[in-house]
């Protein structure tokens, strides 16, 4: 009897081993397939890694482009007259009564 509980044994024990072999190669396919073709795989990470630099790089240009603005406006504030004077002769086309206007004709 003791040469049979052995081979019982043996038996369980390989097919317990062949189980785990099995279970981890599962999961070593399914960890490749994810990588190569899940929905976020190695080509779509780094696309949205590219993405992504592209929009802080936007992002930091927007951010000095406000920096600018509110220097602007903070200048507008303490000089108004000044940045009044600009917008209406630049915007609006007008001049000063002592200013002369020469045409050019084609």
Same mark, same amino acid.
């Given at each position: 009897?003791?040469?049979?509980? *052995? !081979?019982?044994?043996?038996?369980?024990?390989?097919?317990? =081993?062949?189980? %785990? +072999? *099995? #279970?981890? @190669? #599962? !999961?070593?396919?399914?960890?490749?397939y994810n990588l190569f073709f899940g929905q976020? /795989?190695?080509?779509? =990470? *780094?696309?949205? +890694?590219?993405? %992504?630099?592209?929009?802080?790089?936007?992002?930091?240009? !927007? &951010? +000095?482009? /406000?920096?600018? %603005? &509110?220097? *602007? %406006? /903070?200048?507008?504030?303490? /000089?108004? &007259?000044?940045?009044? &004077?600009? #917008?209406?002769?630049?915007?609006?086309?007008?001049?000063?009564?002592?200013?002369?206007?020469? @045409?050019?004709?084609?």
């Amino acid at each position: 009897m003791r040469t049979h509980g *052995l !081979v019982e044994r043996k038996s369980s024990r390989g097919l317990h =081993t062949g189980i %785990l +072999k *099995l #279970f981890f @190669l #599962f !999961v070593f396919f399914i960890t490749i397939y994810n990588l190569f073709f899940g929905q976020f /795989n190695i080509f779509r =990470t *780094l696309e949205l +890694k590219k993405s %992504l630099m592209e929009i802080e790089s936007k992002k930091a240009q !927007v &951010e +000095k482009e /406000n920096i600018k %603005l &509110e220097k *602007l %406006l /903070n200048s507008i504030d303490t /000089n108004p &007259e000044y940045y009044r &004077e600009i #917008f209406i002769r630049e915007y609006m086309q007008l001049q000063k009564e002592e200013d002369k206007i020469i @045409l050019f004709y084609d």
